[in-house]
């Protein structure tokens, strides 16, 4: 079992960079694979996007080009660089992580206004 802890959310003007991150404890971090999803007020969870244990990585269209997921296996810790930053961006990301089943973290809040 992981336990997964998101950091880093906040307010930010258009245009501009936040980076998330999500530390985790409990178990074998390299295994698992790492994702962030995204959830808007009355809208789904979203898929953000994800690092498998073996560095492969794939994003949501919305955020290509933007948005970048990488992850320190020394430091059990997964980042989401995000650049570029819309309106539309503004929900809460949670971080995710996958081997046998699905474990969430309790979600940082990013906004995103002038």
């Known amino acids: 079992q992981v336990q997964l802890v998101e950091s880093g959310g906040g307010l930010v003007q258009p245009g501009g960079s936040l980076r998330l991150s999500c530390a985790a404890s409990g178990s074998t971090f390299s295994i698992y694979t790492m994702g962030w999803y995204r959830q808007a007020p009355g809208k789904q969870r979203e898929l953000v996007a994800f690092i498998t244990s073996g560095g492969s990585t794939n994003y949501a269209d919305s955020v290509k080009g933007r948005f970048s997921i990488s992850r320190d296996n020394a430091l059990d810790t997964v980042y989401l660089q995000m650049n570029s930053l819309k309106p539309e961006d503004t929900a809460v990301y949670y971080c995710?992580?996958?081997?046998?089943?699905?474990?969430w973290g309790q979600g940082t809040q990013v906004t995103v206004s002038s």
């Open positions: 995710n992580a996958y081997w046998m089943r699905h474990y």
